[in-house]
């Protein structure tokens, strides 16, 4: 069982394709990664980014399926139209070879900096990825601009979800929803549905997206329903968030992994 992250690379770790292969090498899965993006950043701080060369992206994974029996793809931050165009085209080449594909739509980093450019992505986005992705896990930015729609509470979390579903998408978890003492992250496919509550944690955590979504991957890939896939995902992830809370590591945020 193989599983490959196409993500950005954060230097740092705690985000990006660092962090998923840590994820897939912690819950038993082996996987590698391509990178789609070069960061400068800290723990505290965010300065720029660059895409890889489509070139180099291209030739990556043609080598990677050429040579490795791929069974998940969990994508992440894409940054630019062109590495759009070329990871739609190995995902409809290579569907029928892939268990699941995960979707972790990444359009601004923690530290609030933007990580996409060109006004035709977002328009690429959904009609040459979401098409191919058995889910996508937004957090509340994502889905709402993804589906240009003011998300304030569960009803407008719910109404984005068919949004989604219809740009294709065959299942969706928006994350972050918070009220003052719970976070929510909702799940939903055609046949199910649910809110899942987690206490809130008083402190600020980085590459917390990266992680569930790769670790959601894996659970699938483990034979899983998605359903079960997202509990456990959910509290995999709750347990290392805990951990992460005791052992400070850099500087305003907190890396866990």
């Given amino acids: 069982m193989y599983a490959l992250s196409i993500a950005g690379f954060d230097p740092t770790g705690g985000a990006g394709i660092l962090a998923d292969t840590k994820v897939f090498s912690l819950l038993g899965i082996k996987g590698g990664g391509v990178p789609t993006t070069l960061t400068l950043q800290s723990t505290s701080s965010f300065q720029s980014w660059e895409p890889v060369k489509p070139d180099y992206l291209k030739t990556a994974?043609?080598?990677?399926?050429?040579?490795?029996?791929?069974?998940?793809?969990?994508?992440?931050?894409?940054?630019?139209?062109e590495n759009l165009e070329i990871i739609s085209f190995f995902l409809k080449k290579f569907r029928h070879q892939l268990s699941y594909i995960v979707?972790?739509?990444?359009?601004?980093?923690?530290?609030?900096?933007?990580?996409?450019?060109?006004?035709?992505?977002?328009?690429?986005?959904?009609?040459?990825?979401?098409?191919?992705?058995?889910?996508?896990?937004?957090?509340?930015?994502?889905?709402?601009?993804?589906?240009?729609?003011?998300?304030?509470?569960?009803?407008?979390?719910?109404?984005?979800?068919?949004?989604?579903?219809?740009?294709?998408?065959?299942?969706?978890?928006?994350?972050?929803?918070?009220?003052?003492?719970?976070?929510?992250?909702?799940?939903?496919?055609?046949?199910?549905?649910?809110?899942?509550?987690?206490?809130?944690?008083?402190?600020?955590?980085?590459g917390t997206g990266c992680a569930f979504s790769s670790a959601f991957l894996c659970f699938l890939l483990k034979g899983f329903s998605s359903l079960i896939s997202f509990k456990k995902a959910k509290n995999w992830l709750y347990l290392y968030l805990k951990k992460g809370a005791e052992e400070k590591t850099g500087g305003k945020l907190w890396l866990f992994l």
């Fill in 103 to 206: 979707l972790d739509p990444v359009l601004k980093a923690t530290l609030d900096h933007p990580l996409f450019f060109s006004k035709d992505f977002l328009n690429i986005l959904k009609t040459k990825i979401l098409p191919y992705i058995d889910f996508i896990t937004p957090n509340l930015y994502e889905a709402s601009v993804l589906t240009e729609r003011k998300i304030e509470s569960q009803k407008d979390i719910i109404k984005a979800t068919q949004d989604l579903l219809k740009l294709g998408c065959k299942g969706i978890i928006i994350k972050g929803y918070t009220t003052k003492y719970f976070i929510y992250d909702y799940f939903h496919t055609p046949r199910e549905s649910l809110f899942l509550k987690k206490k809130k944690l008083s402190i600020e955590f980085h």
């Fill in 61 to 81: 994974l043609e080598l990677i399926f050429s040579d490795l029996p791929v069974k998940g793809v969990k994508i992440g931050m894409i940054g630019t139209s």
